[in-house]
């Protein structure tokens, strides 16, 4: 079946621009979760989804980061105003809702430079 | 913060079992052992994950030590395919989010 998948793979943006990273999850899967990945350095947790609310934004690192998931399955990432350190791969990630299967299954990331 | 240690890096040579030690010594009574893999340019991939008990997949086995600080992963007969940062990470069954250290990088050399 399929994956999680991720749009774009590549974005290129300007300093004070606004993205938006889009992320599809496995069908079925009701949690969701953004990570943000750094050069050399391992994923970094941002924020959780439970369905359509976010259970957990404890990661986003300020107020410029948000993220929506307002029917339960595709979410976006929003980062207002970018800066040159918010260049990093971000990650997307679902699971089903089970204490006993949590396995994380994670998409292709999405690669962004902000010049 | 991570809580666990991993070496760095590590060579193995192809076809020999590569042996991937991780050190938790602040585990608690109802935190798992996880263990995640990232190919390069590809997002983690879950491999398998343990309480206490030595566990064992088509992917991967894992072993805990009696007192439940450190364990180890094994890759049996490695390829150059499992070329690749593998992450050892502790956390509570559920939903809850991943912490990831900075893993070693293991090289599977032909």
């Known amino acids: 079946g399929a994956g999680v998948s991720q749009t774009p793979s590549n974005k290129v943006t300007e300093k004070g621009k606004y993205v938006e990273l889009r992320c599809d999850p496995i069908?079925?899967?009701?949690?969701l979760y953004w990570y943000r990945q750094s050069l050399g350095q391992g994923p970094e947790f941002l924020i959780y989804?439970?369905?359509?609310?976010?259970?957990?934004d404890s990661g986003l690192p300020n107020d410029r980061f948000f993220a929506v998931r307002p029917e339960g399955s595709v979410s976006t990432l929003k980062i207002q105003r970018t800066e040159r350190g918010d260049s990093a791969v971000y990650l997307c990630?679902?699971?089903?809702?089970?204490?006993?299967?949590?396995?994380?299954?994670f998409g292709p990331g999405t690669r962004l430079t902000v010049l | 913060d991570a809580k666990t240690t991993q070496p760095p890096s590590m060579d193995c040579a192809e076809g020999r079992a590569a042996n991937l030690p991780c050190n938790h010594s602040?585990?608690?009574?109802?935190?798992?052992v996880y263990w995640y893999r990232q190919i390069h340019s590809q997002g983690p991939q879950y491999i398998i994950h343990?309480?206490?008990n030595n566990e064992t997949n088509e992917m991967a086995s894992l072993i805990i030590t009696e007192d439940r600080k450190s364990s180890t992963l094994i890759l049996p007969h490695a390829t150059l395919r499992d070329t690749a940062v593998y992450y050892c990470?502790?956390?509570?069954?559920?939903?809850?989010?991943?912490?990831f250290g900075k893993g070693t990088r293991l090289s599977v050399i032909a």
């Open positions: 602040t585990i608690s009574g109802n935190e798992y």
């Open positions: 989804f439970q369905g359509t609310g976010a259970a957990d």
């Open positions: 990630a679902s699971s089903l809702t089970s204490r006993l299967v949590d396995e994380q299954f």
């Open positions: 069908s079925g899967h009701t949690a």
């Open positions: 343990g309480l206490k």
């Open positions: 990470i502790v956390r509570v069954t559920g939903n809850t989010p991943l912490v």
